[in-house]
Each structure stands twice: as structure tokens, then as C-alpha cells.
């Protein structure tokens, strides 16, 4: 099934300057800016520009441009934070819900960058 981008999500109003950010980076294709509710002493969203709804979507449609500099956008966003562990940092997690079962929210790909604290193991069980 086709995947269907909904223009009026937050992410999107965020894109268009219609809601401000706390903006990290910005490069070309992508963004990155703190979350709003922060979970960590680093909690940063990094998102493409493009119209995707989740990262399946994304790799299957977005141009190879756009993958290369969305992947090291984050990378760049882990360094600025700080938490970069090849570079002196006490590591991040990232994370990408994607559909019901992972609760996303927001209908447009984000990765979460959470660092800055120890974050135990992944997962609590259910
Ligand atoms: P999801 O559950 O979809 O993976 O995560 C969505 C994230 O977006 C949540 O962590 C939430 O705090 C964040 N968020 C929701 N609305 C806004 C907003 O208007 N601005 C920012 N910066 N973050 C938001």
C-alpha cells in the first residue's frame, strides 16, 4: 500500500515556519531541532525535508541525495551534542517509531536522538 503524507502534521508546519523550533542543524535536505518534550538532557528530532511518513517510506522513495544527508545529519547532530562516542561522548540512543504498535505520533520521519544521561536497556517489558 501506497504510503500517504498528511501535509497539516506538526512536522510539516515546522518545515513551513508555521510553528517555531529549537533548531539543531540544517542542511539541504534535512533538519534537526530539540523535542518539545524532552525525555533526556539531549533529546533532539532530526527530520527530512521531504514528504516522507515514516523510514520504510523514506527508503524506498527518497533520492539517494537525501538519504546520504539525512545519515549524516545525524551523525552531525550527535557531534554537536556532544554525545558522539567516537569523539569523547558517553554515546546516544536513536530511535524511529514508525506506525501503531511503536506509537508514533507524528506522521512525518523523525529519528530521536537521546543521549546525555545513562538510558538502561532498550526496552521494558510489556
Ligand atoms: P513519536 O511518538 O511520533 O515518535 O514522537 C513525536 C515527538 O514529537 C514526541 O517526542 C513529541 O514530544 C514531539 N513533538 C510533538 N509536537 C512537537 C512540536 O510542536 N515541537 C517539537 N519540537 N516537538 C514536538
Redesign the pocket.
Known amino acids: 500500500m501506497p504510503y500517504a503524507y498528511d501535509d497539516e502534521n506538526?512536522?510539516a508546519?515546522?518545515l513551513r515556519g508555521d510553528?517555531p523550533?529549537?533548531t539543531v542543524l540544517e542542511t539541504e535536505h534535512s533538519l534537526a531541532?530539540?523535542?518539545?518534550?524532552?525525555?533526556a538532557p539531549v533529546?533532539v528530532?532530526v527530520i527530512p525535508k521531504g514528504k516522507y511518513v515514516c523510514y520504510d517510506h523514506f527508503a524506498l522513495e527518497a533520492s539517494d541525495a537525501e538519504i546520504v544527508d539525512f545519515t549524516r545529519a545525524i551523525g552531525e547532530v550527535c557531534r554537536k551534542m556532544g554525545v558522539q562516542p567516537g569523539e569523547g561522548g558517553n554515546g546516544f540512543r536513536a530511535?524511529?517509531?514508525a506506525g501503531e504498535d511503536?506509537?508514533?505520533?507524528?506522521?512525518h520521519l523523525?529519528v530521536?536522538i537521546l543521549g546525555g544521561r545513562p538510558l538502561g536497556r532498550m526496552l521494558q517489558k510489556a
Open positions: 506538526i512536522f508546519k515546522i510553528i523550533n529549537k531541532f530539540e523535542d518539545i518534550y524532552a525525555q533529546h528530532l530511535i524511529s517509531n511503536a506509537v508514533q505520533e507524528v506522521p523523525h530521536h
